[in-house]
Structure formats: structure tokens, C-alpha cells
């Protein structure tokens, strides 16, 4: 086991950082250095993104310091890339060097294709500015890397560009910088408020030390426990957070369904892993069924069941990739219509106190590109890395629509749904040690902040799906909620129907009895003619980018359909029941 050196951390935020709200700070990213490109396009990264990291200053003093960007993540320890792997920090006596994997030094980052690298063990001053002040300093354990490579298995690789930024404390050093800044007053607790936003759809990530910005929070807010070490040495390490995961479902916001269902589709069915992991849940105290997951911002992908990554694949454009391991879209107009709808991606999750939580993952969120050296030419994907094997873990793709608290003094941690690219006015609350909860604003306001990136389609159209496999298939679409008439109307429909039936026996068995009584009269019948309307046309968008998806006419209530229903033998009509309506219904094979 290798020890750490000690160094000193100064704590601020680069450049525009500030003490936003009393007792805590907001910290920089890199897509707020608006015309600086040091640190891709736009502050952009990939080459699997594009993402948004924070910014932090590492060096002895403002005028030496070397700006570097960061993962914020729960672990202890600080990841930083040298100059010489390829990073921005510089460190002349960085020449103590161990060779291993990056993973092996931080579980945190064990879901993740890092390869062999080698670092050394460092100290020195990490300094996150305000201004020309300076915050700090704080002693704090670090590793620097001299090479941090992420590997497929297609032999393409490509070097980290961002570290991670250590915010939880050490057995060996329980005070972390979040608990000395706070015992020096410059926060008021131990808490983190996070959300990685979208780099893409151009949201600003969101970092409060010692606090949260409430617009960042919407809905349902569960709390979960944060994990720092293994209770049991039999069962493997899951660092982070740590939820039941009950389901994930596939479904529309609004409007029609680009699915080639008429309800929500739940993915959980199709799980198929081992029975360790559900054992492993029930034994931590989960809902026979449930799987244990956890959440880390400093892992890109979503890594799940290999069943439910597959599962999802039949009802989307999707191919896998066995030299990338993932898998990528087939971009063409059902890719697009599916990217560019109110779809999500839906995780339901069980904390502590049993409360069910759901989070919407929206697919524009889900549909990021790859860049050389990965892949040879730009290649859109979906996020969603299949395990044979746990640990599960949500990664940044799923942050960017989640809410993320860690309170570490009492090691907890807060999960809530966030809102789309257009959020309502930032209020940032603190975080006070005493505190037991987060304040979200109404879960209403989550359609509201898509409703300007979403085109919301028809309730009947046509959707060709082309499977992982290659085939395509091509049915009608209804809306996620049922599609077709409202509940009541289609129970009048239903009704007229039927009475009008037995009008027609009625009068049929009037004009039988009143035959045999008169002459032989010639009856002409009359029939209808039923017609239906062509579809509509679609717009073919351009490839690739939601932002040009053809627009789709909407939006339209959604209910569900009514089931059909016999008359009774003794003439007495049964009204057909109206479904009630769920905002997201579970489907579970246990």
C-alpha cells in the first residue's frame, strides 16, 4: 500500500470566483472563461463529452500558480495531471514515481478504462483564487501524474485532461479542506452542492462549497447514505453515494411517444446479471429485486447491468460497438426525432427513508460525441457502458441532469432531479451545520425549462427503429401515456357504440315482425364509407444534432387508452373504466 505525502491545498475559485451567499463559494468552470480557449473550445472537453470541468490554481503563489481543471469528486485525495503527462502543472521536484493503474490509487475511479500510468507523490500549495485573493491554506493529500491514459479495446487511447479534485476527508486525515475551510470560517459546513450541468446545451455546471443554488433543485429531494469505507469485506467497495435502484424506464415528457410502445417501457426486465448483486443490495437493506448504484462526477459514463443497456438498445437506434464498448447511434431521422422529443431516460431510486425519487435524463442529454484519438472521425454515442460485473455507478452523463449534495460531516448525500437549459432565477442558500434537508423548488418547472430545447411531436406517427442488431422495424407510434382519444372521450366513443348497436337490433327486429304482417317491400341499404388520413409528413433533420431536428407539431394531452369492454348478457351496459393517469408507472419482474 503506498502512502501519501502531505501538502498544502489553498482553496478559492479562479479568475471571477466569489463569495456568493454568507458561508459559502461558488466555484469556476471552465465554460465560464469566456474567449479563453486554453482549455478546449469554448471551455469544451472531450474527447468523450463534451464536459464542463472546474477550475483551481496549483503553485506557491498567484503569480506561479498554473491553472489546472478538475473532477469534483467525494474522495480524500487530490489527482492532478504534470505538464509532462500532458497537463498544466509543473512541479521540479515531482520525480518520486510509482507505476500503477489510476484506479488503483482512488477507487473512485474503478469504473472507468484507465490504463497502466505512472505518479509521484507530491507536496505543494493548491491555490483557488478570488480575484488577487487567496483562500487557505489547507493540508490535503495529492497524487500528480506524469501519465493518465484511458484505454478501448479497439487499441485507441487518449490522456486525461482534467484531475480530481479531492472534497471528502481520510482515516488518516478526517479534517478534509471542506471541514478546515469550514472550521476557519470561510464556509459555514461541510457541504457541497453540485450540478454538471451540459456543456452542449450550453448550462453552466454549478459548484457551491458550504451551500447550494435552490434553481439547481427541483422536486422530490431523497437522501442517501455516503459511503467512505466498506462495512463488509466480503461484498465489493462501492464509494459515493449510495441509492436502491428500482427501475429504469424509458418514456415522453409530453406529446407522442418516439417509441414504438403506447406506454412507458421499463428496462428492468431485461437486467439479467448475477444473483450476487441483488443479494448484495438485500443485505445493505434494499427492496428484494433492487440493485445498489452509486453516483461519482468523476467517471464519464453510465454503467449499468449489461441487460438493461441491451434491453434499452431494442427500442433505439442504436449499434454496438465491440472496439469502443459502447454504443453509438445510427444518426438518421428516427435517431433524431427520438434525440430531439421530451423522451427521457428514467432512473428510479429508493433512499434511506424508502422514498421512491425519479430522475428524467432527457436523450439530448444522452446523445454526446466522440472525437480522435478515440475514434477516427466524430461519432455520436449513448452513454450507457455495459457491466458484466458491478460496481454500478451514474456517472456525468447522468449528472447532467441530477442534482448532487454531499454533506460529509454526517456522511450523507442528496439526490433531486435538475432542471433544463433554460432554470429560473439562482438563488443560493447555505448549507448550515444543523441542517438536515435541501430546498428544491416545484417540480413543475422541469418541463418548463426544456420546453424551448424539446420539439414536441404528433400522438400518431411512424417510427422505423433500427435495432443494435440491423434490422428495422417499422410500426405505428402513439403517445407514452396511451396516445389516441382522452379517457372520457374514448369511453363515450365506447358507449355510442354500443347503444347504438342495440338501436340497430331494435329496429331490425321491428322490421322482421312487421314484414310477416305486410307485403313484400324492397329495402336499399345504405353504407359508410370509413377514410383515413395520410400522415403527416416529417422533416428530415440534419444528422447528428438536435439542434436541427424537424420541428414536430404539439404538444397534445396524453392519457391513457381505454381497454375494450362487453355488454353484460342481461342488456346492462358497464361503463369502460378510466385509467387513472401516473407520471411514471413501474413495471418490475419481481
Not at 192 to 211: D, E, N, V
Not at 403 to 416: D, P, Q, R, S, W
Not at 471 to 483: M, Y
Not at 542 to 547: A, F, I, K, R, S
Amino acid at each position: 500500500m503506498i502512502s501519501l505525502l502531505r501538502f498544502t491545498i489553498v482553496l478559492g475559485v479562479v479568475h471571477t470566483a466569489w463569495v456568493c451567499a454568507e458561508g459559502t463559494i461558488k466555484m469556476d468552470w471552465t465554460t465560464d472563461t469566456t474567449g479563453d480557449n486554453r482549455f478546449g473550445p469554448g471551455g469544451r472537453l472531450g474527447p468523450d463529452g463534451p464536459w464542463q470541468a472546474v477550475l483551481v490554481s496549483v503553485g506557491l503563489t498567484y503569480s506561479t500558480a498554473s491553472h489546472s481543471l478538475m473532477w469534483p469528486s467525494g474522495t480524500s485525495t487530490t489527482n492532478i495531471l504534470l505538464a509532462d503527462g500532458r497537463g498544466r502543472y509543473s512541479k521540479s521536484d515531482a520525480n518520486a514515481t510509482s507505476i500503477g493503474s489510476a484506479a488503483e490509487s482512488d477507487a473512485w475511479l474503478n469504473p472507468s478504462n484507465t490504463s497502466d500510468s505512472s505518479y509521484a507523490h507530491i507536496h505543494d500549495d493548491i491555490l483557488i483564487d478570488q480575484g488577487t485573493d487567496l483562500i487557505g491554506p489547507y493540508n490535503a493529500s495529492i497524487y500528480a501524474y506524469h501519465q493518465w491514459d484511458v484505454s478501448f479495446p479497439n487499441g485507441h487511447n487518449y490522456t486525461a485532461r482534467a484531475g480530481i479534485l479531492g472534497l471528502g476527508p481520510s482515516e488518516s486525515n478526517p479534517l478534509s479542506f471542506l471541514g478546515q475551510m469550514k472550521a476557519g470560517g470561510t464556509i459555514a459546513s461541510t457541504f457541497c452542492g453540485l450540478h454538471m450541468g451540459s456543456a452542449l446545451l450550453g448550462q453552466a455546471g454549478s459548484m457551491i462549497l458550504g451551500g447550494y443554488e435552490q434553481n439547481r433543485v427541483l422536486g422530490d429531494v431523497g437522501t442517501f447514505d455516503l459511503q467512505t469505507s466498506d462495512p463488509n469485506e466480503n461484498y465489493l467497495f462501492i464509494p459515493g453515494p449510495l441509492a436502491f435502484l428500482l427501475d429504469v424506464v424509458l418514456d415522453v415528457e409530453t406529446g407522442g411517444s418516439p417509441f414504438n410502445e403506447s406506454s412507458s417501457i421499463s428496462l428492468w426486465p431485461g437486467i439479467n446479471d448475477t444473483r450476487f448483486y441483488a443479494d448484495q443490495s438485500r443485505d445493505r437493506g434494499g427492496r428484494t429485486g433492487s440493485r445498489l448504484i452509486s453516483f461519482n462526477p468523476s467517471v464519464p459514463y453510465m454503467y449499468l447491468p449489461q441487460g438493461i443497456c441491451k434491453t434499452a438498445a431494442q427500442y433505439l437506434p442504436l449499434t454496438w460497438d465491440a472496439g469502443l464498448e459502447l454504443y453509438t447511434w445510427n444518426i438518421g431521422e428516427d435517431a433524431s426525432r427520438i434525440i430531439g422529443s421530451p423522451a427521457y431516460m428514467a432512473f428510479v431510486l429508493a433512499d434511506i427513508d424508502a422514498k421512491n425519487v425519479t430522475i428524467k435524463v432527457p436523450f439530448q442529454l444522452l446523445n454526446l460525441t466522440l472525437l480522435p484519438p478515440i475514434v477516427d472521425t466524430p461519432t455520436q454515442y449513448f452513454p450507457c457502458d455495459p457491466k458484466k460485473h458491478g460496481p454500478y455507478v451514474l456517472g456525468r452523463a447522468f449528472l447532467q441532469a441530477a442534482f448532487l449534495g454531499f454533506e460529509f460531516e454526517h456522511n450523507l448525500a442528496y439526490i433531486a432531479q435538475a432542471p433544463g437549459p433554460t432554470m429560473e432565477q439562482s438563488i443560493i442558500k447555505t448549507y448550515q451545520p444543523n441542517s438536515t434537508s435541501v430546498i428544491p423548488n416545484s417540480l413543475g418547472t422541469f418541463a418548463s425549462s426544456w420546453a424551448s430545447s424539446w420539439k414536441i411531436l404528433d400522438n400518431d406517427t411512424t417510427t422505423n427503429t433500427s435495432n443494435s442488431d440491423g434490422t428495422t422495424v417499422s410500426q405505428p407510434t402513439s403517445s407514452s401515456s396511451g396516445g389516441g382519444l382522452p379517457g372520457g372521450a374514448a369511453a363515450g366513443v365506447a358507449v355510442g357504440c354500443v347503444l347504438g348497436a342495440l338501436a340497430i337490433v331494435a329496429a331490425a327486429s321491428f322490421l322482421w315482425r312487421k314484414r310477416k304482417k305486410m307485403p313484400r317491400q324492397t329495402m336499399t341499404d345504405k353504407t359508410s364509407e370509413a377514410t383515413t388520413a395520410p400522415p403527416s409528413d416529417q422533416t428530415t433533420g440534419d444528422d447528428g444534432y438536435p439542434t436541427e431536428l424537424a420541428h414536430c407539431q404539439g404538444p397534445s394531452e396524453a392519457y391513457g387508452n381505454a381497454p375494450p369492454h362487453e355488454m353484460v348478457e342481461d342488456g346492462v351496459l358497464e361503463a369502460p373504466h378510466q385509467p387513472s393517469r401516473h407520471e411514471l408507472p413501474l413495471r418490475r419482474s419481481w
